[in-house]
């Protein structure tokens, strides 16, 4: 059965940073696409990061360039989101996401996956 557990969310000051966790179980992420996405009160939920992990390849939402990192640790099958400068707009409930199959900035696209889990509040505010 596979479960995806985000965990790490917390209030943080602007321009604070924060780690995010997606642990997995029920399969091995070697051949997955994990997603991070994210939703704030009365806004749709948008694609915020993602990694392949047969490769590596990771993918940014515009928003967060420069300011969000994701990785992957296959052998704890955990995927983490390093988050930076954080700003009030990136206040939301945070949620990892997994399937296969996804290619390219495809990975960014909600539709794209079956697997979610229940998500971790972010809320950045001083």
């Known amino acids: 059965q596979v479960q995806l557990v985000e965990s790490g969310g917390d209030l943080v000051q602007p321009g604070g940073s924060l780690r995010l966790s997606c642990a997995a179980s029920?399969?091995?992420?070697?051949?997955?696409?994990i997603g991070w996405f994210r939703q704030a009160p009365g806004k749709e939920r948008e694609g915020v990061s993602c990694?392949?992990?047969?490769?590596?390849?990771?993918v940014y939402a515009d928003s967060v360039k420069g300011r969000f990192t994701i990785s992957r640790d296959n052998a704890k099958n955990i995927v983490y989101l390093q988050m930076n400068s954080l700003k009030p707009e990136d206040t939301a409930k945070y949620y990892c996401?997994?399937?296969?199959?996804?290619?390219?900035?495809?990975?960014?696209?909600?539709?794209?996956?079956?697997?979610w889990g229940v998500g971790t509040q972010v809320t950045v505010s001083s």
């Open positions: 990694i392949s992990s047969s490769d590596g390849r990771t």
């Open positions: 996401a997994t399937d296969k199959d996804i290619g390219g900035s495809a990975c960014l696209i909600r539709a794209m996956y079956y697997y």
């Open positions: 029920g399969f091995s992420l070697d051949y997955w696409v």
